[in-house]
């Protein structure tokens, strides 16, 4: 006969067993009383749970066949990471009040993040170069008055808003759709080394699960859950970060919105949050305000408003077409010989230099993009 | 009784000589033998030409009877033997006698009445009458091609009692003039679509002209409906004039090809192909028992136009590069081994991503990045590698083709892209490469030296771009037409930049 499980090995255990999620995992709570008893349950006793089945009764008695719990132990030793339960009193306060609560999640990193109140930057994995320098300042700014930021460390919105807190040497927390030995996306690896050295990884998921379509929206929630706003930089209408934003209204968390160019597909979920009562943002400030937060509060100097990007000296054709450009819109090659009254080849030729130099981006869809914001 | 006339058959779109001889007044039971692989359609023949003999007064041959299409070991097709063997028949069963003197080829298939009708490879038979110095008798309708051969006698005969009368000599036939040929008559005849009806996209018709004026291959990039195909098809009309030599490649192929029978538009131009993209290999490539040209060679001197892309079969996409490299394309069967002209300019369409819409403004695209990504890679690095420019058609606005000004008219393009190519021409009289997309490597470091700024500025623009190795020398070729085009003998910065916008497909992008 081994051991008896302690109440927090058995979370582990109930925590990668498919089938239990945090609802059912309450209502077994309220049935047992404690999850070592839920493990010690009979099959029996088990379905007279409201939402048991057979197979899920099977998969908790015989959870060691698929769930190796030592392994999974010697795992957190070997990353240094801990397992915490809504019981600890570290686990963050914001999240124990949702309704689906996680049965515990997997840190890695520096806990005390949690110490600090959190907000989010969530939007898009396609964004505009607009998009990115919004979230990273906003992610500063936040940052250095004090803030861990929170995000999904997706391409786009969320890895921006990552880097724009670890450099302003602040906090930031990547919650994940995966285990937290998994890096996704791949191209994020130096982001997650970073994080895990300078901020927090969390994740619900056990060891060597990987993603896929469930769990980013499960992974949502919990971001939401953590924060006391979540802000939305850029959405399209159908975009993943919508979900958020929709976890965050069910959680009655603080709801902000980011405008963009309203010929833009990749702010239209923005101005559709905005409509629907979500909060117009756009500086930090306007964040603090809507928290409540003092600026005496601030631990350091908030950054000043944007201040014109440095120009290069340009060549009268650069600086017409960067002038062109000069609105954020994304503009094509045809829109913008128009605008300029250039020919095309002048158009396409000098782009390129702009593009040498740093100050227009090409993107996939054929267009320019300048950054005019730095 | 034993006759002999000469005929030919097809092999891909040479022509070779046939004899077809016949024997009657055989010892034996009264039979119609037909020997010399003939298929279906020429054993067939006995059955027309029967007919057609009785009802133009003659009589079928009342003993065994031997036919013989020689060499033996050649497969022959179709109906195009029929004329020779009625003509071998009369001959054979002395119900005429030949009184035209010099050496003729036939070739024709015959109605029951005796009426001649078309044939494919007309123009094939003319240019091998042309080799053994012969005249050549053929369906009206298909002399008109075959009249384009310069020193052959082309005789076109609507029936059979007319060549029975013009070889006993009681009737003339007056060999037909290349200048009253169909195709003579609509030289040079407009295309009927126009570049002027294409609003908007000029960053696509600036891409396009140059393609043309250097032979580059060229692939648009666009969501549906921004008029890729519109433009496609009309690349011909703003390419050079054909030259009467190109031409008949190219009609020689339709020819083969059986397209010349009834096609309504007879004129001079060049060929627009687009298959669909479900298309197979030797559809594609050509084939058959007897092989026969594929798209390819129907696109010879023209355009090969492959819409969606990355649909083609790898396989189809594949097979393409050789005669990319080549210009030529040779075919192995049973029936022996042919190598057909496939010297085509490539132009290539795909969507933005695989559900079309990215950078519509209308529609959201609801494409990841990777599966943009891995779209995009769906075109093969060796296919991409024969594509020099690569461009994007945004989608275009109800307001924009509403547009009432007309564009720039396709006689003007052709123009500045004729004088594009003499320059050319004269830069390269003493190269195998007729235009700069076809420079070797020798030639590229002749004709695209970089002044060291310049070259600065490439190293550059490879390395931020992230560019691949294969861009480079795509990028000298594309940048040598541009600077051409603009009249300059050297590759001026803006040539080369203006160059190297157009990789779209092996550089970073910004998602």
């Known amino acids: 006969m081994q051991e008896p499980l302690t109440s927090r090995e058995a979370v582990l255990v109930l925590n990668a067993v498919s089938g239990v999620g945090p609802v059912l995992y309450r209502r077994l709570m309220e049935t047992f009383g404690s999850p070592e008893r839920i493990l010690e349950a009979d099959e029996y006793a088990l379905t007279r749970v409201e939402g048991v089945g057979p197979k899920t009764a099977q998969a908790i008695r015989d959870w060691a066949t698929t769930f190796s719990l030592s392994k999974e132990k010697r795992l957190l030793l070997d990353w240094g990471a801990v397992f915490l339960t809504p019981d600890d009193a570290a686990f963050p306060p914001l999240l124990r009040k949702i309704y689906d609560c996680p049965l515990g999640l997997y840190m890695l990193g520096d806990v005390m993040c949690l110490k600090k109140p959190c907000v989010s930057i969530v939007g898009s994995r396609r964004s505009t170069l607009y998009g990115i320098s919004v979230a990273k300042k906003l992610a500063a700014g936040l940052a250095r008055a004090g803030f861990c930021v929170v995000s999904g460390m997706a391409r786009g919105i969320d890895a921006a808003a990552h880097e724009g807190a670890l450099e302003a040497g602040g906090s930031t927390l990547a919650v994940l759709g995966s285990g937290i030995d998994i890096v996704y996306p791949p191209e994020n690896k130096e982001l997650y080394d970073a994080i895990r050295q300078k901020g927090l990884i969390v994740s619900e998921f056990p060891f060597g699960r990987t993603v896929n379509r469930q769990t980013f929206p499960m992974r949502n929630r919990i971001i939401s859950g953590l924060s006391e706003a979540v802000i939305v930089v850029e959405s399209a209408i159908h975009g993943g970060s919508m979900i958020t934003a929709n976890t965050a209204g069910e959680q009655g968390r603080t709801l902000m919105a980011i405008p963009g160019r309203i010929d833009q597909v990749s702010s239209q979920g923005c101005h559709q949050l905005i409509r629907d009562g979500a909060i117009l943002v756009t500086s930090v400030e306007d964040v603090l305000e809507e928290l409540a937060y003092g600026a005496q509060q601030l631990e350091m100097q908030l950054p000043s408003a944007s201040k014109p990007r440095p120009v290069m000296s340009l060549s009268p054709l650069e600086q017409k077409i960067y002038q062109a450009l000069a609105d954020g819109a994304c503009v094509g090659l045809d829109a913008l010989a128009e605008r300029t009254g250039m020919p095309i080849s002048d158009v396409a030729s000098t782009l390129l230099l702009l593009e040498l130099k740093k100050q227009v981006v090409k993107r996939a869809d054929g267009t320019f993009e300048a950054r005019v914001f730095a | 009784m034993l006759a002999k006339l000469s005929s030919a058959v097809l092999q891909g779109i040479e022509a070779s000589l046939v004899d077809v001889e016949v024997n009657t007044g055989e010892i034996g039971e009264l039979r119609f033998i037909l020997v010399g692989l003939p298929d279906a359609a020429v054993r067939e023949s006995q059955d027309r030409v029967f007919s057609a003999l009785s009802n133009v007064g003659f009589r079928a041959p009342a003993t065994r009877t031997t036919i013989n299409l020689a060499p033996g070991h050649l497969k022959k097709e179709g109906p195009m033997y029929d004329l020779p063997i009625a003509l071998g028949i009369l001959k054979a069963t002395g119900q005429i006698a030949f009184r035209y003197e010099r050496p003729l080829l036939f070739a024709g298939e015959l109605g029951l009445s005796g009426e001649l009708r078309p044939i494919k490879g007309g123009l094939s038979i003319a240019l091998l009458a042309k080799k053994y110095n012969m005249g050549v008798v053929l369906p009206a309708d298909s002399a008109h091609e075959a009249a384009l051969v310069n020193d052959v006698n082309v005789f076109p005969a609507r029936t059979l009692d007319e060549v029975v009368r013009f070889l006993e000599c009681r009737n003339d036939i007056v060999p037909l003039n290349a200048s009253e040929s169909f195709y003579s008559k609509h030289v040079m005849a407009d295309y009927p679509i126009d570049f002027a009806e294409v609003k908007g996209q000029a960053a696509v018709k600036r891409a396009v002209e140059i393609a043309v004026a250097g032979g580059h291959n060229l692939l648009l990039i666009g969501p549906p409906g921004s008029g890729k195909s519109m433009i496609a098809k009309r690349i011909p009309g703003i390419m050079p004039k054909p030259h009467i ?54 696109a010879h001197n023209g355009v090969l136009f492959l819409d969606e892309l990355p649909e083609f079969k790898r396989s189809a996409l594949e097979v393409l590069r050789q005669p990319l490299e080549d210009g030529t394309v040779a075919i192995s069967r049973s029936a022996g081994k042919v190598t057909l002209p496939s010297a085509f300019m490539l132009v290539a369409a795909m969507n933005p991503c695989p559900c079309g819409h990215l950078g519509d403004a209308k529609r959201e695209c609801r494409c990841t990045v990777p599966q943009i990504q891995r779209y995009r890679a769906k075109i093969s690095g060796p296919l991409l590698d024969r594509i020099d420019i690569h461009v994007e058609a945004p989608s275009i606005s109800v307001s924009e083709i509403q547009k009432k000004e007309n564009a720039e008219p396709s006689t003007t393009i052709r123009d500045r892209i004729g004088r594009c190519r003499d320059l050319q021409a004269q830069r390269l009289a003493h190269s195998k490469a007729k235009c700069n997309a076809r420079m070797e490597n020798a030639e590229i470091q002749q004709h695209c030296a970089l002044s060291p700024e310049n070259s600065q500025l490439m190293s550059q623009a490879m390395e931020e771009l992230d560019l691949s190795a294969r861009a480079y020398t795509k990028i000298l070729k594309v940048a040598r037409t541009i600077a051409d085009l603009a009249n300059s003998t050297d590759i001026a910065a803006n040539h080369l930049l203006e160059a190297i916008q157009y990789r779209s497909l092996d550089r970073q992008l910004f998602y």
């Open chain 2, 245 to 298: 030599d190109e031409f008949l490649e190219i009609l020689s192929i339709q020819s083969a090809a059986g397209i010349t029978l009834n096609a309504a538009d007879r004129a001079l131009k060049r060929p627009f192909r687009a298959p669909h993209h479900t298309i197979s290999d030797v559809g594609l490539l050509g084939g058959g028992t007897i092989p026969a040209p594929g798209e390819i060679s129907l």
